[in-house]
């Protein structure tokens, strides 16, 4: 497929990507408008972890076999294990439960978080299965399986399952950031913009759609869309590992503007944001050295050198070479 053109990417209501999603200003093309405010209920939805998963299942004598109660026992244990984070200890009660009562959704559910809070994306694959199999209608379940066949790199049944999860529920907002990057790798660009905005708006302080939707946008050259986006991402979003990214592809949409200083700025904020951002050393040095402020340039490419460059010698010739040209000036 050819790049995009620029109306084919930016977020239109002709787009075939989930009808009745605020798409930003639909004349202009524009980015996505995120409001200051709100997604507190798509925030909600994903917020069934270990604390609220289940408020510990019981069931009276006369409704429950011995092997259900034993099984919601084991449950129970399981995800107290869980909160802990001792995974073994929490999988094998679980696994328990789960033999005692194959249909206990509940316990295939957070077996299956056990396996995905540990990356074992096959097991939690298995797990969350069998949670939606004994309850199709959970929009939760299926969106967990989504994102475990997407892990897996399983594109055509992770699109079937967050597409059943986004039915049973348009407001989790994790499925459409996940359903952004299925379109992307898909080549959908304009459907995969429709899709990162509608993450961005169902919860303005997830900062990862801003991300992904800004570098699809600097990567077709539209850096002043790019700033717009990732500006109110940089203003939204509250994850260190978000807030580092948005700034260091703020930097670079500034760059590609040649607003050297502006782009210098974002790439301290995100040093800032993450120390561990070594490549934003890099960046900063040379957005300096092109605004004409040698004293910082050459202190963000001395650093950036001290701390090891990434590892990576081309980059780290780059920052000498561009040292050398300085002191030469």
């Known amino acids: 497929m050819g790049t995009p053109g620029r109306r084919q990417l930016a977020m239109s209501r002709a787009s075939g990507y989930a009808p009745g999603m605020m798409h930003g200003d639909a004349n202009a093309g524009g980015p996505v408008r995120v409001p200051r405010t709100g997604g507190r209920r798509g925030r909600a939805a994903t917020l069934l972890k270990w604390a ?15 092997e259900k109660k034993e099984s919601i026992e084991r449950l129970n244990a399981g995800v107290d294990f869980a909160k802990a984070r001792n995974f073994p200890a929490a999988a094998r009660e679980l696994e328990a439960a789960i033999t005692l009562d194959p249909t206990n959704h509940e316990a295939a559910f957070a077996l299956g978080q056990v396996y995905a809070d540990d990356k074992k994306w096959d097991k939690a694959i298995d797990a969350f299965s069998q949670a939606a199999k004994h309850n199709p209608d959970d929009a939760m379940y299926r969106y967990r399986l989504g994102q475990a066949y997407f892990e897996t ?80 991402g940089a203003q939204n979003a509250r994850d260190a590992e978000d807030l580092t990214n948005i700034y260091y592809y703020l930097g670079m949409a500034y760059d590609g503007m040649k607003q050297y200083k502006q782009a210098a700025d974002a790439y301290v904020k995100a040093i800032d944001a993450r120390k561990e951002n070594v490549e934003a050393r890099l960046m900063a040095g040379m957005a300096f050295a092109n605004a004409g402020d040698k004293e910082n340039a050459k202190k963000y490419l001395t650093d950036f050198k001290k701390v090891g460059g990434g590892n990576n010698p081309f980059n780290i010739a780059a920052a000498t070479d561009r040292l050398q040209k300085l002191d030469s000036e």
């Open 153 to 232: 790199d399983k594109i055509d049944p992770a699109q079937r399952e967050l597409e059943a999860a986004l039915k049973l529920n348009p407001r989790l907002f994790r499925a459409h950031w996940y359903m952004g990057r299925i379109l992307k790798k898909r080549e959908k660009y304009k459907d995969a913009a429709m899709a990162f905005s509608e993450a961005a708006r169902l919860n303005p302080r997830f900062g990862k759609p801003f991300v992904d939707l800004g570098k699809l946008y600097y990567q077709w050259d539209y850096f002043q869309e790019a700033v717009s986006v990732l500006g109110q």
């Open 52 to 66: 609220a998963l289940i408020g510990f299942v019981s069931c009276g004598n006369l409704t429950c076999s011995r």
